[in-house]
């Protein structure tokens, strides 16, 4: 029996594309992925900025305290310079 005279019965079979179809999921789980990567980002981004922004309005409020305590502070150091004078 020799094998090189026979002929190949898959010659004339039609080839299934796979590599299409892997391509194309592939292609969407890249999307699904930088889709996923990118709202990742802007939740960190989110949380970031919402640190930031308490940290700055907490500073301005303690600013405004020591603010009004300074003037009441001021308002009886001159009541009582006007009482002597």
Not at 44 to 72: F, G, H, M
Request: aromatic share 4%.
């Amino acid at each position: 029996m020799d094998i090189q005279n026979e002929p190949l019965q898959y010659q004339n079979t039609e080839k299934v594309d796979k590599t299409s179809q892997s391509c194309g999921e592939s292609q969407h789980r890249g999307v699904f992925r930088l889709a996923v990567l990118c709202l990742g980002v802007m939740c960190i981004l989110q949380a970031a900025l919402n640190i930031a922004l308490r940290l700055y309005l907490t500073d301005l409020v303690n600013q405004s305290k020591e603010r009004d305590q300074l003037k009441d502070e001021r308002d009886e150091l001159q009541r009582r310079l006007f009482e002597v004078g």
